[in-house]
């Protein structure tokens, strides 16, 4: 079952910015003996939310933002 709260934050927040990923990787690798499933994890979350938002119109996948 999907948490409402993840799925609310999945819908409703804007595209994030590569700081926020590196910051939020940063974060879920601290401690951790092996980053190796945490990577793909936090893909898999990030093309999920692209896509819902795609979906629901709120981005398309077509936008593209300036690299930093």
């Known amino acids: 079952m999907i948490d409402e709260a993840w799925l609310d ?3 409703l927040t804007q595209p994030r ?4 990923l590196r910051a939020e990787l ?7 003996a092996d980053p ?4 793909p ?8 939310r ?3 938002r795609d979906i ?6 077509s936008r593209r933002r300036p690299p930093p």
């Not at 910015?17 to 926020?20: G, I, L, S, W």
């Not at 940063?26 to 951790?32: N, Q, Y």
């Not at 629901?56 to 996948?61: A, M, R, S």
């Open 9 to 11: 934050n999945l819908m």
């Open 17 to 20: 910015t590569a700081d926020e």
């Open 26 to 32: 940063t974060d879920l690798c601290k401690g951790a």
């Open 36 to 39: 190796d499933p945490i990577l």
């Open 41 to 48: 994890a936090t893909r898999i979350n990030e093309l999920l």
């Open 50 to 52: 692209i896509g819902v």
């Open 56 to 61: 629901l119109g709120k981005d398309t996948i």
